[in-house]
């Protein structure tokens, strides 16, 4: 894919780990899976749309994605922002493991990440500064991050209804919007949409609508599924 005329985008600055990133949710969301997850956006379908009946799609997604057990993926993250004309790029790798082990690291332009093993984590930033262990009770946002993550990758919709309004926008591809419920992060985020594989055992991209009007666009590439991962990559 290529990305002419658009500048590059770090999203991970020291002591705050991908500001840019979980803020979606977010949100794996991933993401998580893994963030993982606009408002108004029911009343723009067309009336004549039939009804998509969503706790068969979440059955389906919560069936799929629980055959999951690792996930290693590049991704790339476009932010635009109405300051800048142009979008900024930043690229890297995703990798995940059942039950709690977690690794986003930005590669391009300045490399960057943070791991998580269990109760460790640790981040880093450059290639000649050693990382730094994370003590995760002191570093809530991104134990809101690990949380989405973990709910995206254990299908747990009971955990994420009680965060975000959920609805499926499509089947084809399948295609679910989240609204955040709780004041903090709807202060921030409008809507996070997500579109899934066609095999419903991971997420393919992750659009992050902000209320200012900026958003983030997180595409998720080659992604390879139940292939195993060596522990020391976390």
């Not at 794996?28 to 963030?35: G, I, K, T």
């Not at 994420?160 to 004041?183: F, H, N, W």
Request: charged share 25%; with cysteine; hydrophobic share 45%.
């Amino acid at each position: 894919m290529e990305f002419e005329g658009k500048s590059r985008f770090f999203s991970l600055t020291r002591f705050r780990v991908l500001p840019g990133t979980v803020r979606f949710v977010a949100v794996w969301c991933m993401v998580a899976c893994m963030v993982l997850f606009s408002c108004g956006w029911c009343a723009e379908e067309p009336a004549s749309r039939p009804k998509v009946s969503e706790g068969d799609v979440f059955s389906r997604i919560s069936l799929s994605v629980k055959k999951v057990h690792t996930m290693s993926s590049a991704f790339e993250q476009e932010r635009h922002t109405a300051m800048l004309k142009e979008a900024m790029i930043s690229r890297g790798r995703f990798l995940f493991a059942k039950p709690d082990k977690i690794l986003w690291e930005t590669i391009d332009p300045i490399p960057a990440g943070f791991s998580v093993k269990g109760q460790e984590a640790k981040r880093w930033q450059g290639t000649s500064e050693p990382s730094e262990k994370i003590v995760l009770s002191e570093a809530p946002f991104l134990q809101v991050l690990i949380q989405q993550i973990l709910a995206w990758t254990s299908a747990d919709f009971t955990s994420l209804k009680e965060r975000y309004d959920l609805k499926v926008i499509s089947e084809d591809p399948v295609t679910v919007g989240l609204v955040p419920l709780l004041a903090g992060e709807r202060d921030y985020v409008r809507q996070v949409t997500l579109i899934f594989s066609s095999d419903l055992m991971y997420v393919t991209s992750v659009r992050i609508q902000e209320n200012k009007g900026d958003e983030i666009i997180i595409r998720f590439l080659n992604a390879v599924i139940n292939e195993p991962i060596a522990e020391e990559r976390f």
